[in-house]
């Protein structure tokens, strides 16, 4: 797999909007030692592809033992798989998005992940001009011709972890924290909301957006000031600042819940349970389909009807069985159908709303 590295990234993209010459001069990729490639590596990267090329562009690191080492993840499973040549970005900011994603399909990439809804307008504008790839962001919005969204159903596994936060907190006041707000974040706390209300009405829900994924400083302060406020249940999605916003809830006396991965480890001592997500199992799914020329310009959501995509981690000792069962019970509901989540209007916004509960 060939690692882009971020700062030699930089310096190719400036020379391509500086001139087309000089682009040419330094399209050659560094190699997975971030070197740069020798002429043969290059030009076996610049010819047109035999076989399927993915790759990945993502905000943070590919070892932050959470969003983006599960799409690095789903990369190695492609590449394993599928027998495919893959290459991947790490810390891709908002305004290197574009270039990124054009740089992947220039080297003639036939699938290119952008990996996090930030990406939504950039994969758009960079899709009109490169019909040949086909762009996927995950936990996206956008569609077209050659643009699809893959989105797990946050919603649907957040209503259960709130039942497990309303349940457990004592003040009566949650927390939710994001780096940034975007679809998936709104779903996630949505659902949240939604399911800590079903068992207590009047509670309460404050959510923060950091602005940065990676921030642990950010991180820290916010749950410092959330739990300072009265919440004793935190709920973080963050990138390699997730352990810091864990532990510091588990310092500050606060119940956690995990995301993406099983983060009991993390926190054992305070921890509820974790919102895992195998979303380098769903990228895998789309990769599939897109190796085939079956991947359509749509969104793809996968919910908890995937048990091995989208389930709870481990529970924590401060879970008893009682509400365990509970929680089981409200997830069988929901593949039933006996419980759904509908597209509503509350408080003049779109939303989905809980039926049957």
Partial sequence: MTRFDRRQFLIYGSAALGSSVLFNACASPPSTTSNPASPSTAASLNTAATGFKAAMVLPGIITDKAWNQAGYTGLEEIKSKLGAETAYVEKVGQADQAEALSDFARRGFNLVYAHGGQFDAAAKQVAAQFPKTFFVVVNGAATGTNVASLRLDNLQVSYLCGILAASVSKSGKLAYIAGQEFLATQEELRGYTLGAKSVN?????????????????????????????????????????????????????????????????????????????????????????????????????????????????????????????????????????????????????????????
């Fill in 201 to 357: 009405p009047a509670i309460q829900i404050a959510s923060t957006f950091t602005g940065d994924w990676n921030d642990a400083a950010k991180a820290k302060e916010a749950v410092n000031a959330l739990v300072s406020a009265g919440a004793d249940v935190v709920y973080p999605w963050l990138d390699n600042a997730a352990p810091t916003a864990l532990k510091t809830a588990e310092e500050k006396g606060a119940y956690t819940i995990g995301n993406t991965v099983d983060q009991f480890d993390v926190t054992p001592k305070t921890i509820l349970t974790s919102a895992v997500k195998r979303i380098d199992l769903a990228i895998g799914k789309l990769a599939a389909l897109s190796s085939k020329n079956e991947l359509k310009g749509q969104l793809y959501s996968l919910g908890l009807e995937e048990p091995d995509i989208l389930y709870l981690g481990k529970y924590g000792a401060s879970v008893p069985q009682a509400l365990q069962d509970k929680v089981k019970a409200t997830q069988e509901a929901i593949l039933a159908k006996k419980i759904t989540f509908e597209s509503c209007s509350e408080a003049g916004k779109d939303t989905r709303c809980v039926k049957g509960a």
